[in-house]
């Protein structure tokens, strides 16, 4: 389970998020992190898994799956940056190692991306 500091909760930082931040995206997921330069906080993390996904028992499957892979990349991300991973329908079919591997590989894309930003 991710932390409760960690976790995005209001729709107005989904929507920030997904507005002004670096995005990019694998077939299984995209991946939006927006940084706030010089904020102490705790990085946020949310997750949107719409029905195109599959029914609740699938959706709440990637999401667990997605949550625990986050939890791990916590400490790589930057103080008061905010990411949100929206799945896409081919998560479902996906395993742990697969969403696992294309999580990694969009988060540090867009690390780079946004360090190359500023």
Do not use: W, Y
């Amino acid at each position: 389970m991710l932390n409760t500091a960690h976790r995005m909760r209001r729709s107005d930082q989904f929507g920030q998020t997904v507005r002004t931040g670096v995005r990019t995206g694998k077939s299984t997921m995209v991946v939006h992190l927006a940084s706030s330069a010089g904020s102490t906080n705790a990085p946020l993390v949310g997750f949107v898994v719409s029905k195109a996904i599959g029914n609740a028992v699938t959706r709440n499957l990637v999401k667990r799956r997605l949550r625990a892979i986050a939890r791990t990349r916590l400490t790589s991300l930057p103080a008061g940056s905010m990411l949100v991973v929206r799945a896409l329908p081919r998560a479902a079919a996906s395993d742990f190692g697969s969403l696992e591997k294309d999580f990694n590989s969009c988060v540090d894309k867009v690390l780079a991306r946004g360090q190359h930003d500023d």
